[in-house]
C-alpha cells in the first residue's frame, strides 16, 4: 500500500483517507494508490461502502501542477475515476476544505458527495489557461444542470458547500469529513440507495438539449470579460459537446481540448503566474520563527479615494477600522463614498442587500489622529506630500499603542525618512495599496532599511488575511510598481510629439492585453493632477499642457484626450485634440511623422523590461517573478502573458537588448540598457534564471 494513502476498515466501511501535504494534488502516487486501495476494498467480501476522505487541510486540491509538461505517469486519472464510476458498491466523497479541479473531479465520479460546511468546491482550471481534463466538463453539467456548470467551469471561481447542497453537487453537508462521510454510508446502505452515476443521468441537461440557447446564454454571460483568453471559449465548447454528445464522445473530446490547451503559449504563462504569486510569499531575512504580531483592529488615516478604498477592503474581510480624518465634513464625505460604493455593489447583486449596513458598522468614522490608540496596525493614507506624512507619524509616536504596526501608503516617498519622525523607525513601512483599493489587489510591503522582521510579515499576514497579494519591495522611489509604470508614461506622452495620436497609443496597449491605454487611465484619474503637479515644479509638457489649458481634465468635464458623451464613460476620438497635437508641434517646430503600432510597442514596454532589470540588480525586488506578480496585480497585466520579466524571456532578452541600443542612439540615453541585461544576454541567460547574489 502506498504510503500516502490509508485504507482503514470499519466493519463493513472502508474509508481511504489521502495524505499527501500540503493540498493533497493528484501526484502519480496518488493516484496509484486510491487506485489500488479502490480495488482492494472492492474486491474484500467484508466491505459494503467506501468512503473517500483527505487528511490535513484540504480535500484533493486538484492535478499536481508540478507534473504538468513532464512525462506523465500512469495510472491516468480518467481510469483511476472509471474505476470509482464503475464500482459495484457506493462510493462517497466527504469533502472539507477545497475540493478543486481533479479533485472535483474525481468527486463527481463517485455515487454520492457529502461536505462541511465551510468547504468549497470548484474546477478552477482556467485560471492555469486549462479546461478540466477529467471529466469535469461532463459530468458536472449531469450533476447542477448547464448554466451553473458554465458558470464554474468558465468563470472557474468555486462554490461554498451551501450553495453545492442547494444545486445537487452534495447531498448533504456533515460535520467532520471521515465521521460525516462514513455515516452518510451508512445511511446509504440502510436505505439501499441506488448508486448515481452521473455518466449516465441526462435528466439536469435535457432542457438544455431541447432549448440550446439556455446553455448559450450562459457562455455569453460568462465569457464577457474573456477577453484575449483561450480556455474559458475552449472549456465552454467542452461543456457544450456533454449536450450535445453522448458520454464517452465527450469525454474524449474533453480530453482533446485538454492536451491542446496543456502545451499553449497561454497555459504556461498562466501556470508560472500561479507559483510566481506563490514564491513571493517567500521573503528573504525574516528569520525562522519570526512571528506575526496579532491584528485584531485596524486604523486607517485619511478618508480620500485611497483610505477609504483600504478601509472597505478590511470591512468587506470583517475587520473592524477606525477611520480618521482631521475634520467633520471630509470624514462624513468619506463614509458617504464608502457607503454609496457598496450600495451599488449590492443593487448589482454583488454583495447580499444587507451587506452595505453590515460592513459600515465595522467602520467606526472619528476625527482626531489621538483615536488611534488602540489600533495594532495604523495605515497612513493622507496628502502625498513629506511634510505632511512627517507630521502624521510624528503624531502617530505621540499615540499610537506600542508594537503597533504604522504604514504608510505613500505612492513615491521615502519610507525611512518617515519612519525618522518616530522613536519606533523599526515598526515603519509601506504598505502601498493601489486604486480603486477596494477593488485591485495588489499591495507592495515596502521595505525600509531600519523596518522589522516581524512587523513586515505582519503587514504581509494582514494584507493576504483582507484578500490581497502582497508583495515586499525595497525602497527607491516609486518602489516597483510606480517606477516602472513611470516609463512607460513617459514615453506615451513622447509619441504624441513624434506623431502618434492617444488611441492609436492607446489600442496597441490594449491589443496587447492591458485593460485600458495610458490616456484613457489619464482621463480617468484627472489631467489636472498632472499638470498641478508639473507646474508646481515649474516642468512643462507642452502637448498635455496646451490640453488642460483647453480645460480638458478628463472624463470628469466631459473631454480629456478623448470626447465623451453626456454621463458616459465611453472614450470618444475627438479631432480636437489632434487639431491641437498638430498645432502645438507646428508651434515647436516639429513635424509628425507616421509611428507604426510595433514601434509603440516597443517603445512602451522595452523602457518597463529595462527599469524591472534595474530594479533586480539594485535588489529592490528579490525575484523577477516578484515584478511580474506587482505588473499581474496592480495593473492588470494580461496573465496569458505571465508579467513583463516573464514576456521579456519569451521574447528573448537578445532581442530587447538590441532594440534598447537601437534607441539609445536615436533618442538618448533614457533607453541605456540596464547592466543586467547586457550580462544576461552576454550568458546567454534569461530573468527566468536570474537569481539574488545570497
Ligand atoms: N499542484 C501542486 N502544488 C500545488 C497545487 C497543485 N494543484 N495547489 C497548491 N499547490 C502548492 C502551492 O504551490 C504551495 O506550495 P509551496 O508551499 O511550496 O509554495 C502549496 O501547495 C500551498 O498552496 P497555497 O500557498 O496556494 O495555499 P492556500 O492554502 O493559500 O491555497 C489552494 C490552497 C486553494 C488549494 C490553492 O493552492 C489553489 O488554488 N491551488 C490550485 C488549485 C487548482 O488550480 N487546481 C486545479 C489544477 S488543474 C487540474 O486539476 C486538471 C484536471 O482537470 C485534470
Ligand atoms: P485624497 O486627497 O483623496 O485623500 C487624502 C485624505 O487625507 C483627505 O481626505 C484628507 O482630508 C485626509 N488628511 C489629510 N491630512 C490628514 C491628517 N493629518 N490626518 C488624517 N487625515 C488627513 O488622497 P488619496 O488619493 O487617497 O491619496 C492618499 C495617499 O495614498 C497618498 O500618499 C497617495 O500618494 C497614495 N496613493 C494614492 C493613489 C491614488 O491613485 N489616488 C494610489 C496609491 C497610493
Known amino acids: 500500500m502506498d504510503k500516502v494513502i490509508k485504507l482503514e476498515r470499519h466493519d463493513m466501511i472502508a474509508v481511504l483517507t489521502v495524505n499527501s501535504p500540503p493540498v493533497n494534488a493528484l501526484s502519480a502516487a496518488v493516484r496509484g494508490g486510491i487506485l489500488e486501495c479502490i480495488k482492494d476494498a472492492i474486491v474484500d467480501p467484508a466491505i459494503k461502502a467506501i468512503v473517500l476522505t483527505c487528511a490535513g487541510r484540504t480535500f484533493i486540491a486538484g492535478a499536481d501542477i508540478t507534473e504538468f509538461g513532464k512525462p506523465s505517469k500512469p495510472p491516468a486519472l480518467n481510469d483511476v475515476l472509471s474505476e470509482i464510476e464503475n464500482s459495484p458498491m457506493p462510493i462517497i466523497a466527504a469533502i472539507h476544505g477545497t475540493a478543486l479541479g481533479g479533485g472535483l473531479e474525481l468527486a463527481l465520479a463517485c455515487h454520492f458527495r457529502v461536505a462541511t460546511k465551510e468547504a468549497k468546491l470548484g474546477l478552477p482550471e482556467v485560471k492555469l489557461g486549462l479546461l478540466p481534463g477529467a471529466g469535469g466538463t461532463q459530468r458536472l453539467p449531469r450533476a447542477v444542470g448547464p448554466e451553473l456548470a458554465v458558470k464554474m467551469i468558465v468563470g472557474g471561481d468555486p462554490i461554498p458547500a451551501a450553495e453545492a447542497l442547494k444545486n445537487g453537487l452534495i447531498e448533504e453537508i456533515i460535520e467532520g469529513p471521515a465521521a460525516g462521510g462514513e455515516a452518510f454510508a451508512r445511511k446509504v446502505l440502510a436505505e439501499k440507495r441506488p448508486l448515481r452515476r452521473l455518466r449516465d443521468d441526462e435528466s439536469k441537461i435535457a432542457a438544455a438539449k431541447a432549448d440550446r440557447s439556455i446553455f448559450t446564454n450562459a457562455v455569453a454571460a460568462m465569457t464577457k470579460k474573456s477577453r484575449g483568453l483561450e480556455a474559458p471559449f475552449a472549456a465552454a465548447d467542452a461543456v457544450g459537446y456533454a449536450i450535445d454528445l453522448p458520454f464517452d464522445e465527450g469525454l474524449k473530446k474533453e480530453r482533446e481540448g485538454f492536451l491542446k490547451l496543456l502545451t499553449s503559449d497561454q497555459s504556461k504563462a498562466q501556470r508560472y503566474a500561479f507559483f510566481a504569486e506563490r514564491k513571493a510569499h517567500k521573503i528573504a531575512g525574516v528569520p525562522e520563527g519570526t512571528k506575526s504580531r496579532p491584528v485584531e483592529r485596524v486604523a486607517i488615516l485619511g478618508a480620500g479615494t485611497m483610505g477609504g478604498g483600504i478601509?472597505?477592503?478590511?470591512?468587506?474581510?470583517?475587520?473592524?477600522?477606525?477611520?480618521?480624518?482631521?475634520?467633520?465634513?471630509?470624514?462624513?464625505?468619506?463614509?458617504?463614498?464608502?457607503?454609496?460604493?457598496?450600495?451599488?455593489?449590492?443593487?448589482?447583486?454583488?454583495?447580499?442587500?444587507?451587506?452595505?449596513?453590515?460592513?459600515?458598522?465595522?467602520i467606526n468614522g472619528v476625527v482626531g489622529i489621538e483615536n488611534v490608540g488602540n489600533a495594532d496596525l495604523v495605515i497612513e493614507a493622507v496628502f502625498e506630500t513629506m511634510a505632511v506624512k512627517k507630521g502624521v507619524f510624528g503624531k502617530l509616536d505621540q499615540f499610537a499603542k506600542p508594537g503597533a504596526v504604522l504604514a504608510s501608503n505613500t505612492s513615491y516617498l521615502n519610507i525611512d525618512e518617515i519612519a525618522k519622525s518616530t522613536n519606533r523607525p523599526h515598526d515603519v513601512l509601506g504598505m502601498h495599496f493601489f486604486s480603486p483599493a477596494n477593488i485591485m489587489k495588489?499591495?507592495?510591503?515596502?521595505?525600509?532599511?531600519r523596518t522589522a522582521p516581524d512587523a513586515l510579515i505582519t503587514a504581509v499576514a494582514t494584507s493576504r488575511q483582507i484578500a490581497k497579494v502582497p508583495v515586499v519591495v525595497g525602497l527607491c522611489d516609486g518602489f516597483v510598481a510606480n517606477r516602472m509604470y513611470d516609463q512607460s508614461g513617459k514615453q506615451a506622452g513622447k509619441l504624441l510629439f513624434e506623431g502618434a495620436l492617444p488611441q492609436q497609443v492607446d489600442a496597441v496597449l490594449t491589443k496587447f492585453g492591458m485593460p485600458m491605454g495610458p490616456f484613457v487611465m489619464s482621463d480617468l484619474a484627472g489631467n489636472d493632477i498632472g499638470w498641478l503637479s508639473r507646474k508646481d515644479r515649474g516642468i512643462k509638457s507642452e502637448i498635455a499642457d496646451a490640453l488642460c489649458e483647453a480645460g480638458r481634465f478628463g472624463q470628469k468635464t466631459g473631454k480629456g484626450w478623448y470626447r465623451y458623451e453626456a454621463g458616459s464613460r465611453t472614450p470618444i476620438p475627438d479631432p480636437a485634440v489632434e487639431t491641437l497635437i498638430e498645432q502645438t508641434l507646428a508651434r515647436l517646430g516639429r513635424k509628425r511623422r507616421a509611428v507604426s503600432d510595433e514601434e509603440i510597442l516597443e517603445r512602451m514596454m522595452y523602457p518597463i523590461i529595462n527599469e524591472g532589470a534595474r530594479i533586480l540588480e539594485q535588489g529592490i525586488a528579490a525575484r523577477p517573478g516578484d515584478i511580474d506578480v506587482v505588473w499581474l496585480y496592480g495593473f492588470g497585466w494580461p496573465i496569458y502573458r505571465g508579467g513583463p520579466m516573464y514576456y521579456a524571456d519569451q521574447i528573448g532578452l537578445d532581442g530587447v537588448l538590441t532594440k534598447m541600443r537601437e534607441l539609445q542612439v536615436t533618442m538618448g540615453d533614457e533607453f541605456k540598457p540596464a547592466a543586467l541585461l547586457e550580462t544576461l544576454v552576454a550568458e546567454g541567460r534569461k530573468f527566468a534564471d536570474f537569481s539574488q547574489p545570497a
Do not use: H, Y
Open 311 to 362: 478601509a472597505m477592503s478590511f470591512a468587506n474581510a470583517g475587520i473592524p477600522v477606525t477611520l480618521i480624518e482631521p475634520g467633520e465634513e471630509q470624514l462624513k464625505r468619506g463614509m458617504g463614498i464608502m457607503q454609496k460604493n457598496w450600495e451599488a455593489t449590492a443593487a448589482r447583486g454583488g454583495i447580499p442587500a444587507d451587506a452595505p449596513a453590515k460592513r459600515m458598522a465595522l
Open 442 to 449: 495588489l499591495c507592495e510591503i515596502v521595505r525600509g532599511p
